[in-house]
């Protein structure tokens, strides 16, 4: 996963693999194909037109859709289609689209003048005073988004400049049948035959500037978009992925991918579990409660599968000992080097000290930071804490609690009430609560503790019914205006509120603030220990004639391969494939293979016959590539060696989810949906011609 700036560096590499463009354009934030390329803060995607046309994943439109449906109106079952710009429907408030302008280095403003003898905690502030100032220079001009990104653990820093479009609306969505084929059952896995696309619209004011929703605004005019290829890849082709992958954890510590798989993952695993059972049975029969809860019923759907995918391929390889093996590699090579590694021989052992350290309150924060899933009291904990920190002068707030930042508070709040159920909401609170009080007592918080009636030595909470049943009943922050009021007062009326939500935030405010001061002391050890390590790792792999990427940090990042299947176990080949035949051959009526009669019809009487792979003989549904992804990359372009979109990037198969932590190439795949299968469902089943004929493509009898 390569910074842009990387590409310079391997001209030669992507000339051979069959690079049909300027290696330098890949470079180039501002001139095509990288200034197409957009980012939605959780995925990925791109404008396929002059008029600000957004094509990205249906998953990643999945919250818009979801926000835009009701039992009457269920986009998610049905579809949408908007024909004219009046028909296109508002996404849920805080959706946003970033278009990266420019990325460079400040890590000299950041570090390279921090005063020598600075304990942990000052020196995390330093940081982080440093990195709100160049954020508000970068931002002072309006319109924009911009963030200081650390790389290789805090060695180096760069500072994003992005464009943020704040109106964005849905434009095309095909049906969950269609959109979401296979659902669950097919995540992850190979073959695929899912239809994995939307279309969304980026607007601004009148004045062409970055504007909030309104009538008048007009589509966004990018100064550059991708075109759509007529021909799509075939086996063995070069294609390049440009995303914005979100995290990986490829340079962790052997002890901390030992924690992974001994802790983390299964404890994860039982939460998730535990939480789509109870979204299960408290939305059974109750349909607006269900429609409500549909994008976090996917989203914690994909993310159980992502970590039962680690956890079965964490088991296939011995990571942990391939990581001490790379480990003692380095510190034999580092000793070689005498007195002058001395110091990064030193970061490592205290950075393994303090990552042993980190895991004696593991419990505690994860349950404790667990209740702020909660709609309700994650709502009365961001009222409680924005009132807090808008007392203080801007530049010392908290991230996440500044000026900037209050726009997206306030659409946290607003939406709320399209995915928010008491009943819901209180069950899922109930799990959470009776996991922390089963904790030891030293993993416990007395302010929690106190307002649970939770004895020292005990371990579960005899009136917990009782006390949520007064939580919710005395509360009115289920009411979308009652927190839009809160939302502007102080820390005084807060605390001085009956609000029952209220009152819980308030009282468990001083425990949440000293674990995160203790995160962030930490933080601070691991600013000086971590850098030391990571320039011992590049040292290392540069005297081998390796070059090094940093982990995914959801910046901008471009990954290149070819098209090919592989073997995930003997006796077993995926072809790199799967056509519209695989969907007929699938479907049984019942979801999540209940593809709708249209498509089916359409297969069957050989529609669109234009859309044919020229090897395949067939239209092909989805395919397999080698280049390198993650989280975050949902929704980006698949660019052929011209710089053309002839896919979008929207998975990865099941052996592959142990590589956010150990890469491994020969069953590392990405799972793309064929553009052509795009094409082929708008012009044959969804009738989006419209659509269509804005990207410049052939539909209808001038497709056929």
Known sequence: MWQPHQMADLADVLRERGLEMDPADLSDLTSHPLDAVIGLGFCTASFVSPQGLIVTNHHCAYGAIQYNSTPERDLISDGFLARSLDEELPADPSLR?????????????????????????????????????????????????????????????????????????????????????????????????????????????????????????????????????????????????????????????????????????????????????????????????????????????????????????????????????????????????????????????????????????????????????????????????????????????????????????????????????????????????????????????????????????????????????????????????????????????IEASDDSALALAVAIAPALRRIEDAEKAREGRFSVLRPQVMQATIDFNAAQGRPVYPDANNSLRLTFGTVQGYAPRDAVRYEPFTTLAGIAEKHTGAEPFDAPAAELEAIAAGAGARYRGEALDAVPVNFLSDVDTTGGNSGSPTLNARGELVGLLFDGNYESLASDYVFNPDVTRSIHVDARYMRWVMDTVSGADNLLEEMGLPHGEEAR
């Open 97 to 493: 689209v970033y278009v990266t302008q420019a990325i460079d280095e400040v890590t000299d403003r950041v570090t390279g003048s921090l005063p020598a003898g600075l304990d942990d905690r000052a020196r995390f502030d330093a940081i982080d005073a440093a990195t709100k100032a160049l954020v508000a220079d970068c931002e002072a001009p309006g319109g924009l988004r911009c963030g200081v990104y650390s790389f290789f653990g805090g060695l180096r820093f760069y500072l994003v400049r992005q464009m943020e479009i704040r109106d964005v609306r849905l434009v095309h969505a095909p049906p969950d049948a269609i959109g979401k084929f296979g659902g669950d059952v097919d995540n992850f896995e190979w073959p695929r035959h899912t239809g994995d696309y939307s279309f969304m619209r980026a607007y601004v004011g009148p004045d062409g500037k970055p504007a909030d929703y309104a009538k008048e605004n007009v589509p966004y005019r990018p100064d550059s978009w991708l075109r759509v290829a007529e021909q799509g890849p075939e086996a063995g082709d070069f294609v390049m992925v440009a995303g914005y992958p979100g995290s990986t954890n490829r340079y962790r510590r052997a002890s901390e991918v030992a924690a992974a798989i001994d802790w983390r993952l299964p404890t994860m695993i039982d939460y998730l579990e535990r939480s789509l059972d109870i979204i299960g049975r408290q939305t059974e029969g109750r349909d607006e409660a269900a429609i409500k809860y549909a994008a976090t019923v996917a989203s914690l759907n994909n993310a159980l599968k992502l970590y039962r995918g680690q956890r079965d391929g964490f088991a296939r390889i011995d990571a942990v000992a391939d990581k001490q093996a790379a480990e003692a590699a380095l510190l034999a090579w580092l000793g070689d080097q005498g007195a002058s590694r001395r110091a990064q021989r030193e970061a490592v052992a205290a950075l393994e000290a303090e990552i042993a350290a980190e895991r004696a309150t593991r419990e505690r924060d994860l349950w404790v930071g667990l209740l702020g899933r909660s709609g309700l009291v994650g709502s009365a904990n961001l009222l409680y804490r924005q009132a807090r920190e808008s007392a203080r002068p801007d530049a010392e707030r908290e991230a996440g609690y500044q000026a900037r930042d209050r726009p997206r508070q306030e659409a946290r709040l607003r939406q709320l009430e399209r995915r928010y159920d008491p009943q819901v909401d209180r069950a899922l609170l109930a799990f959470v609560l009776q996991r922390y009080a089963a904790l030891p007592a030293d993993q416990r918080v007395a302010e929690l503790d106190r307002w649970l009636g939770l004895a020292p030595g005990g371990t579960s909470v005899d009136d917990l019914d009782a006390r949520l049943d007064a939580l919710y009943a005395g509360t009115a922050l289920g009411d979308t205006e009652a927190r839009l009021r809160w939302f502007g007062a102080d820390a005084a009326a």
